[in-house]
C-alpha cells in the first residue's frame, strides 16, 4: 500500500485511512471493530476510539446512512464465472440476490468517510462521491473488501475501486461504461469484483453478456 503522511491510530490508522481513499466509500464501527480489533477485550470501544481520533484529525468525517439495512454476512460470492463456464441461470441468479432483502427495514447507521485533508495524505486518494441512494450497496461493497482482504490479502492492495476504474482503463470519467464496483489486476491477472444488489433479471444477464465478452472472471456477491 501507498504510504501516508503520519497520522494517530499507528498502523490500524495507516490503513484505514489508506482503504478509504483507495478502496471503498466508508467503513462503521463494527466493521473496524472486527477487523482491526477482533482479539482485543473492548472492539468497539477500541474501534470508536480510533474513528473518534481521526475525525478529530480532520481526515475522517461521519456520515449518517439512512438508507441502508442492517449489515448481512457477506462471506463468499454467491456468483463466480470463469473462463469456459457455461451462461447462468439469470432468473435464478437474480432471486438469490434480491431474497437476503426481503423483510427488511432501514436501520440508522454510524459511519465514517475519508475527507478531502484524508484523500490528499495517500498517493492517489480520492474522496467517494456519496449519494443517499447507494447508502446500503455501499455498506455491504466495504462488508465484501474486508471479507476480502482476509481471504486474499494480496488482492486487497490490487483493489482498484469504481472512483479510480477509469483512470486504470485511460477514460475520462463521463465514458459510459460498465463500472464495477472493483477489479483486481496483479500481473495481468484481471478479475471483476460486484456486490449484487436487488439485480432484476435483466441487469444480472447485461452484467454477464459485458464481462463474458470481455473474457473477464467476475464474481457477484
Known amino acids: 500500500m501507498p504510504r501516508t503522511s503520519s497520522i494517530g491510530g499507528g498502523l490500524a490508522g495507516q490503513e484505514l485511512l489508506e482503504i478509504l481513499a483507495l478502496r471503498v466509500n466508508f467503513v462503521t464501527v463494527p466493521q473496524v471493530a472486527r477487523t482491526w480489533f477482533e482479539h482485543t477485550e473492548h472492539s468497539r470501544t477500541e474501534a470508536r476510539a480510533l474513528l473518534t481520533s481521526l475525525v478529530k484529525e480532520n481526515v475522517l468525517a461521519p456520515r449518517l446512512l439512512l438508507n441502508a439495512y442492517a449489515e448481512q454476512p457477506v462471506e463468499k460470492p454467491v456468483f463466480v464465472w470463469e473462463l469456459g ?10 432471486e438469490r440476490l434480491r431474497a437476503r ?16 485533508r484524508g484523500a490528499e495524505m495517500v498517493a492517489g486518494g480520492l474522496t467517494p462521491a456519496l449519494h443517499a441512494e447507494d447508502e446500503n ?4 461493497v466495504t462488508a465484501m473488501f474486508l ?24 477514460r475520462p470519467p463521463e465514458f459510459r461504461e460498465k463500472t464495477p464496483d472493483a477489479l483486481i489486476r496483479i500481473n495481468g491477472f484481471r478479475r471483476v469484483i460486484d ?27
Open 85 to 94: 463456464d457455461p451462461t447462468p441461470d439469470y432468473r435464478a441468479l437474480s
Open 101 to 116: 432483502w426481503h423483510g427488511l427495514s432501514w436501520l440508522e447507521t454510524q459511519a465514517f468517510a475519508v475527507t478531502q
Open 137 to 140: 450497496h455501499d455498506l455491504h
Open 147 to 170: 471479507t476480502i482482504r482476509h481471504e486474499h490479502p494480496e488482492w486487497a492492495s490490487h483493489w482498484i475501486s469504481d472512483r479510480h476504474y477509469h483512470q486504470e482503463r485511460g
Open 195 to 221: 456486490f449484487g444488489g436487488s439485480y432484476h433479471v435483466r441487469k444480472v444477464t447485461s452484467i454477464h453478456e459485458f464481462w463474458s465478452a470481455a473474457k473477464i472472471p467476475y464474481e457477484l456477491w
